[in-house]
Structure formats: C-alpha cells, structure tokens
C-alpha cells in the first residue's frame, strides 16, 4: 500500500482491506518516508493473527549510493538485527512472517550470504520464531533473480511484473523464467507493480479491446497474474479507500483467463513488446551515465507515452523523477553532451539527439 500521509486516511483504509479478506501487508523501513510500518502497525491491531506482515531493509555496499547517502560500509548481521528490532518496536508486533532483502542484486548478495552477515542474522530471529519465512525484492536480471533462488536460501521472491511487461526499473526484463523457476523450487512469488506504476489505470483502447467480458483494465491486469499458477499473490500500491474496494472485488470475483483469452493477451504482449524493442530495448549498457543521466527510464516514458498513448501518466513520471534529489534525478537535461552512451548501445541509437526529444515531449504543456 502507499499510504497517505494522514493516518485519518491510511488507517480506516487498512482496516477495511482486513475486512475484506486482503491478508497480506508489505511494508519496508523505508516506505512512505519511514511511515509505513508506523501505519501498517496502527491499522493491524487487533488483527495481528489475521494477517501475513511482510518488510525488508537493504543490504548495503560500501561506496554505492543509496537514498540517504553515498554508503560507508558493508551492512552487517548486528546492523540487521537492529533493524529488525527496530520494525517489530514499529509494527507494534514480537514477529513478522516474511523478512525480505529489499532490492537485493546478485552483486549485493556476497554481502547478504557473508559469515555472521545479514543473512544469518535473520536465520538466527527464524530459529526464535521472529521470522516466518526469508525473501527477496528485485529488479535484477532474470538470470540473477534464478542465480539468487538457486543458494536455496530464499523463501519468498517479490519482482516487477505486470500485463504491459513494463514500468519496472528494468524495462523489458522478461521476469516469467524466473517465476517458473520459483514455482519449481516451491518459493512464493509476489508480484509488485501489477498496474504497471499507475499505466494500467489510464483507458489503453488496445488493451481494453482484447477480452471483451471484462469490466476494466485493473480487472485484466489482475487476473492476468493471477492465471499464473507460479504467482503466490500480487501486491498493489493502493493509495485510496476505492482502490481497496476495487482490489478486493476484483479478486474475491476473479476467474482465471481461458487458454483462449490467454493467448489473446499474448499476442497483445508480443505485438506491443516487439513496437516498444524497436527503439531503446532498455538493456542499460549505456549506463552509468557521468551526469547520471537514466537514459533507459527517460527513453521508457517516451515509449510508453508514444505507442501506449498514455502521455499524462509518461509526463508526470517525468517531473517526479525531475524532482527527486541528486542521486534520483537523472533526467535529460543534465546531458553535457559527452557521447560516450553512444559507444556503448548495441542499438546504435543518437541517444544525444533522442534525449532532447524526450525531454520536450515530456516537458510540453
Ligand atoms: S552524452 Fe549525455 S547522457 Fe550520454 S553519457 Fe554523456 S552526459 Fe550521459
Ligand atoms: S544502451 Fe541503447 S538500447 Fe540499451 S538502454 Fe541504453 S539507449 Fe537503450
């Protein structure tokens, strides 16, 4: 859930999500500006053993740039369990059912895995009954997300996925081999980002077009993911009282899509896939960018605001990316020109040229 700031609102909003049958709550230390599990603790009381808690914290490397800063060392298993104690003193509980690593990349995952490091930290609160189950949250490649799941460490896996195949950090990542490979492993799967950020809650006309039987687009969306028998249960940032009604009917109602209507979404999936690979197919080789510039990000809101039609939508991820702090920006106009993404796309792409254009369209009244 993104909960609003203003408990009067967030509270009533997961007390009714309760009452109507949603069980599992993800929340993280750093959510909603540190918020959330203040909120996710407040809405639960009472309802402790109802519901499936879920949070994470990142494992840190030393030199990387995290949201609060440039990071001076290796997270460690004490910085773990401090942590942890610090989100059962905010939910307001003595035990969590799923503690994920959040963001865990492949390169991280020496750090997560060390001797005594977070990894065992957590397993030592599982052995205390702390901790139900120990996962993941990713963006990282499909070959790392199989890599990660193949230690045998992890319970649970949480990935970007959603009916356009898009609005993930890595944009035409193709999540579905590893989704099987966790069904194969018996690892839940929990799927962020089943409304693609917000894109699905715009009319795409296409889109709206293929199963003719269904109400809305959000109701699509959902059963897509929940026709995959690989998929444990999407997570949907709800920010208001009717998305929480929406949700819960759509999947208190749902039936799965028949091979028929499946093979309809399919061939949507493929046509717009193919439309969206012809320009910047988002493997990320160009960057890091100097400037920091994210030029995949940038060149996937122009795509997504010029074949999907969605431009508001495109238009506003654009300002807030523009609005965030130096280590989030990266929009295209701190490009000095240095051309040395261009060396580096295999789509030998005029990235230069291309940023501008994206930035005037993303820009324009
Ligand atoms: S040309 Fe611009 S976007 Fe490309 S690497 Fe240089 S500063 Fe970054
Ligand atoms: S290297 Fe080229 S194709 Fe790959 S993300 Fe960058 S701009 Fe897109």
Known sequence: MRLPPDNSLAIPMIRRAVELGINYFETSTSYCQNRSEIQV????????????????????????????????????????????????????????????????????LPIAMAEGGPL?????????????????????????????????????????????????????????????????????VIIMGPLGGGILGIPIEELHKIIPGTSSQVELAFKYLLSNPGI????????????????????????????????QVKKFISKYFSLMERFCTGCSYCQPCPQGVRIPEIFRFMNISN??????????????????????????????????????CPQKLSIRDELKKAHTLLTSS
């Not at 003595?94 to 690593?101: A, I, L, R, S």
């Not at 970007?160 to 966790?182: D, K, M, S």
């Not at 949907?236 to 899509?257: C, F, H, I, Q, W």
Request: charge should be negative; include cysteine; proline fraction near 2%.
């Open 41 to 108: 603790g407040l809405g639960l009381k009472g309802h402790r053993d109802d519901v499936y808690i879920s949070t994470k914290s990142h494992v840190n490397k030393k030199g990387q740039m995290s949201f609060a800063g440039m990071v001076e060392r290796d997270s460690t298993g004490e910085d773990f369990k401090n942590i942890l104690e610090e989100s059962f003193h905010k939910l307001g509980t003595d035990h969590v059912d799923f503690y994920q690593f959040h963001g865990l990349t492949y390169e991280n």
């Open 120 to 188: 065992d930290a957590l397993k030592d609160a599982k052995d205390h009954g702390q901790i139900g189950h120990i996962g993941f949250t990713s963006h990282d490649t499909t070959e790392n997300l199989i890599k990660m799941l193949d230690t045998g460490e992890f319970e649970s896996m949480t990935v970007y996925h959603n009916i356009l195949q898009t609005g993930g950090h890595r944009l035409h990542e193709n999540v579905l081999p590893a989704i099987e490979h966790a069904r194969k492993m018996g690892v839940g």
């Open 232 to 263: 444990t249960t999407p997570i949907s940032g709800m920010t208001r009282m009717s998305d929480v009604e929406e949700n819960a009917k759509v999947a208190s109602e749902y039936k799965p899509l028949s091979a028929k209507e499946m093979t």
């Open 307 to 344: 074949i999907y039609g969605v431009k508001t939508w495109a238009k506003e991820q654009y300002a807030r990316m523009r609005a965030r702090g130096p280590f989030g920006r990266g929009s295209a106009d701190l490009c000095i020109q240095c051309g040395e993404c261009e060396k580096k």
